[in-house]
């Protein structure tokens, strides 16, 4: 028999396991409390509710009441079996529970003596949470159950007794309701009063380009993150990605302080090159790479992440326009085999696999579109990685800030990526991290220049003059470096060799 060790959740908190989205929340639903999930038909409403029962049957032992009105068990099993959650094999386990209420016709509140009652369901969904220890309940849709009563004041009541009745059990129970063209129904109207949580789903397009969007508007006593965040639905399942990183707390995991600038130091041990500086690098220091087609910046940036993974350091390699089997063999070539320091629990890591691990390579153009998503990835990877030193890199600038124009992304601008390069420079000053980017200059505007080399600490020019490369160090914050240029190659199995 195989044991699951299940994950234990907040006190204060139910997380639903869906990616992305209880970093959004800050920790996950308010537990044992009411939530209204609208949106327009199609968005993937649904999906997010099968997805919160499944994560909570089989990762944190919390067994959930699937409660339909529209789509039959059968159809819900089948949608559920597209994702590769066996929802059948659960109901044979007596962990989750779906209860057909499509030819439920509700026409009083508290009859409970009648199949019109909704007393009648309330009691069939409270005997069912006894008896499977339900902890989550879904009801899909709040307006198929109360389509019938025609008085406002019958619907107030019987969303409150709904929701009432649901908290009583301690169940956190979402509440799911459709957008029409004329906007909210009355029923939503009313439950966006009385729940406590309010996620609206959304979906828009231009071109022949579709995004779906995500809002929390409303979570009742709980911090959550404000705004619109995409989302997407992959064969695993749904994807949310913040476009904020509040939910890192550094302190939390004693870092920030204990590696503060100055304290520690380091160095880039590539022949020759710490010649050219007073001394060693502040831990905590980002590093841009300037330099056009055939300067070889890449190889650079590889090389400065190569010497952090022969110091035992944790390395993040971004590449957007290779893919890492191409970007492997190329180090490789040049005398940096990266095998050793690669394995589910290695030092190094690069971000398309990591991305096609977690979520699913087919997102991967989505994700380089758009900064502040693969932000958030990054930061996903220092949290679940919880390294003791760390380097990444970004290569290129030039590529992101090319893709963010693309016109089927056209709601992603330059502005996003300023945003993100600021953000990822906080990290790295914050967590005593090395961050290393790479940027062709003459593709981009000079005040653009400008904005990303004051915020680096460090900016190395490159420069190729008849097929010759060489290299200058044009700033060094807090370290006195040698400015002039120097000649530079890279050497078959020698890597980066200045002279």
């Known amino acids: 028999m195989i044991m699951v060790k299940m994950k234990q959740p907040d006190s204060e908190r139910t997380p639903t396991g869906i990616y ?44 959930g009441i699937y409660v339909t009105d529209e789509e039959l068990t059968g159809d819900i099993r089948k ?53 499977i220890g339900a902890k989550r309940v879904v009801i899909d849709t709040i307006w198929g159950l109360l389509r019938e009563l025609r008085e406002p004041t019958a619907v107030r009541r019987g969303i409150f007794k709904i929701m009432d009745t649901l908290e009583k059990l301690g169940c956190t129970s979402i509440l799911t309701s459709e957008v029409g063209e004329s906007g909210l129904s009355h ?49 695993k399942g749904i994807f949310v990605f913040p476009l904020s990183t509040r939910f890192i707390k550094y302190k939390k995991y004693g870092l920030g302080e204990k590696k503060g600038r100055g ?12 010649n050219l500086l007073s001394g060693k690098l502040p831990r905590g220091y980002n590093i841009l790479l300037s330099g056009g087609v055939g300067t070889n ?66 997102l991967l153009i989505d994700i380089f579109s758009n900064p502040l998503m693969m932000g958030y990835i990054m930061d996903r990877w220092w949290r679940d990685k919880k ?13 992101l800030i090319g893709m963010s124009k693309r016109e089927d992304h056209a709601d992603v601008d330059v502005a996003s990526l300023e945003r993100f390069l600021y953000d990822r420079v906080r990290k790295i000053r914050d967590l005593g991290g090395l961050g290393v980017y790479t940027i062709n200059e003459a593709a981009h505007s000079k005040n653009l220049i400008n904005q990303i080399r004051n915020m680096m600490d460090m900016v190395i020019d490159l420069e190729v003059t008849d097929n010759k490369t060489s290299m200058r160090i044009a700033k060094s914050r807090g370290i ?13 199995g020698k890597g980066i060799v200045l002279s």
């Open 480 to 492: 006195i470096s040698n400015h002039d240029w120097h000649p530079y190659e890279i050497v078959k």
């Open 297 to 362: 910046a890449s190889s650079f940036a590889q090389g400065i992440l190569y010497d952090g993974l022969k110091k035992g350091e944790s390395c993040l390699l971004v590449n957007t326009h290779q893919p890492s089997n191409a970007v492997r063999e190329f180090m490789a070539e040049i005398g940096m085999d990266t095998e050793p320091y690669e394995s589910d629990d290695g030092k190094l890591l690069f971000f398309d696999d990591y991305v096609g691990k977690q979520i699913g390579r087919e």
């Open 187 to 235: 029923e939503s109207r009313t439950a966006v009063f009385l729940a406590d949580g309010v996620i609206s789903m959304h979906r828009k397009s231009w071109g022949a380009h579709h995004v779906r969007e995500m809002e929390v508007e409303k979570m009742r006593s709980c911090e959550h993150i404000f705004g619109r965040h995409p989302f997407f639905i992959t064969p």
């Open 387 to 399: 390294p003791e030193h760390f380097r990444w890199s970004v290569n290129s600038l030039t590529v």
């Open 79 to 131: 949608n559920a079996g597209s994702f590769g959650w066996d929802l059948k094999k659960l109901e044979d386990e007596g962990k989750i529970a779906v209860i057909e209420t499509r030819d439920l016709w509700i026409t009083d509140i508290s009859d409970l003596s009648t199949e019109y009652g909704l007393g009648n369901l309330l009691k069939d969904i409270t005997g069912m949470a006894k008896e």
């Open 20 to 63: 992305g989205f209880d970093d959004l929340t800050l920790g996950g639903l308010r537990k044992g409390r009411d939530v209204l999930l609208y949106g327009e038909c199609g968005v993937g409403k649904t999906v997010f509710c099968i997805d919160y029962l499944y994560k909570g049957a089989t990762e944190y032992g919390e067994n």
């Open 263 to 274: 304290i520690e130091r380091t160095s880039i041990d590539i022949p020759k090159f710490m």
